[in-house]
């Protein structure tokens, strides 16, 4: 895979602090666009084809992150934090954080979990353990040493990373490929996209905020007014759990996300996709969620948007670590690819009367 992802996947950006993804977003755009746009939440877009009589064609991954923020200090020195997006408590005990300072310097720390040897003999249930039940240690000796080592309230938390190849080459572990990928596959499009060839006005970028309710994807909408939205995202496979036909998997290629709580695809885009992706040989996969993306939100926007999600099959996301897959990474690319290439006025027009 292209450098840029693990850049983006190394960074940290839970909601509403991603100005390091987006200063990454910004450097990469700019040698391509002919302009760059940002919203006042910041999201951000490079435009390409700027001013051609057609279709607006908007493409977006996310730039946060699920994450943490620091809500107080213990007279012990632990650090309480809440969750920035949905989380499950247990699956980050004993994980490694950083609290971020700033954009050189953070603080390393472990959520605090009990060895067995402090509950054997308990007669106590175990009880589902919730995000804001996990207290951060930094090695702080009480509240006035974390405030001295540079804790403060409102701190973004991030799991620290562990970027990691699987022993075939062919499998990527990180943090934050929900939705870094995304980001990366908007930059890869910026850079190789020849404009010439485009019958659209194409604006490729990442939202904000969408971990917390799909912030982002409204602003942007608003200001981009899209005909046709693409939403490129990973979409967590059960395959390591035994899933069915519908609930994705590593190797499936790319996700035709057709159902989510948020959004049943428009059936023009159903078909438009299927049909295309079958004409061309790419390989995908029938996908249902029981979450939704940016593409549920901005369907909504103004007068209604055409949109589909292509999805990037991803094992253990909303955790410390998940795993994507090279060869779904090229199916999704060259979907998207072609969806860009082949975008048109009369496309949308036919795609809208198969609704």
Do not use: C, W
């Given at each position: 895979m292209d450098k840029i992802y693990r850049d983006l996947v190394?960074?940290?950006?839970?909601?509403?602090?991603?100005?390091?993804?987006?200063?990454?977003?910004?450097?990469?755009?700019?040698?391509?666009?002919?302009?760059?746009?940002?919203?006042?939440?910041?999201?951000?877009?490079?435009?390409?084809?700027?001013?051609?009589?057609?279709?607006?064609?908007?493409?977006?991954?996310?730039?946060?992150?699920?994450?943490?923020?620091?809500?107080?200090?213990?007279?012990?020195?632990?650090?309480?934090?809440?969750?920035?997006?949905?989380?499950?408590?247990?699956?980050?005990l004993s994980q490694h954080f950083d609290i971020i300072i700033d954009e050189t310097?953070?603080?390393?720390?472990?959520?605090?979990?009990?060895?067995?040897?402090?509950?054997?003999?308990?007669?106590?249930?175990?009880?589902?353990?919730?995000?804001?039940?996990?207290?951060?240690?930094?090695?702080?000796?009480?509240?006035?040493?974390?405030?001295e080592l540079g804790v403060k309230l409102a701190q973004q938390v991030i799991p620290r990373n562990d970027f990691t190849v699987s022993k075939d080459g062919k499998k990527f572990f990180s943090k934050a490929w929900d939705d870094r990928f995304g980001c990366g596959i908007s930059l890869e499009v910026a850079r190789d996209i020849k404009k010439d060839e485009l019958q659209c006005e194409l604006y490729a970028g990442a939202t904000v905020q969408e971990e917390v309710g799909l912030r982002g994807a409204g602003t942007a909408a608003n200001m981009i007014n899209p005909d046709v939205f693409i939403a490129i995202d990973c979409s967590p496979c059960a395959d390591s759990f035994g899933g069915d036909e519908v609930g994705?998997?590593?190797?499936?290629?790319?996700?035709?996300?057709?159902?989510?709580?948020?959004?049943?695809?428009?059936?023009?885009?159903?078909?438009?996709?299927?049909?295309?992706?079958?004409?061309?040989?790419?390989?995908?996969?029938?996908?249902?969620?029981?979450?939704?993306?940016?593409?549920a939100k901005i369907q909504l926007a103004n007068s209604g948007v055409l949109v589909a999600t292509i999805g990037m099959p991803a094992r253990y996301i909303h955790s410390t670590t998940s795993m994507i897959s090279i060869d779904d990474y090229q199916e999704v690319k060259k979907m998207v690819y072609t969806i860009i290439q082949m975008m048109n006025q009369k496309l949308v027009d036919e795609i809208k009367s198969n609704v």
């Open positions: 190394d960074l940290p950006g839970a909601p509403s602090f991603e100005k390091q993804v987006r200063d990454y977003m910004r450097k990469n755009l700019e040698p391509y666009a002919d302009e760059i746009i940002e919203d006042k939440l910041g999201s951000i877009f490079g435009v390409f084809n700027k001013g051609y009589n057609g279709p607006k064609v908007m493409i977006a991954g996310h730039m946060d992150e699920v994450g943490a923020i620091v809500t107080g200090i213990e007279k012990s020195g632990l650090i309480k934090i809440s969750n920035l997006g949905g989380v499950k408590g247990d699956v980050f310097e953070k603080i390393p720390g472990v959520t605090a979990s009990k060895p067995p040897h402090l509950t054997r003999g308990s007669s106590d249930k175990p009880k589902v353990i919730e995000f804001t039940d996990l207290l951060l240690d930094i090695g702080a000796d009480s509240a006035e040493h974390a405030a994705g998997k590593i190797g499936g290629g790319f996700m035709l996300r057709f159902l989510d709580p948020s959004a049943i695809m428009h059936q023009g885009m159903k078909k438009f996709i299927q049909e295309t992706a079958e004409a061309k040989g790419i390989k995908f996969q029938y996908y249902k969620s029981m979450g939704g993306t940016d593409a």
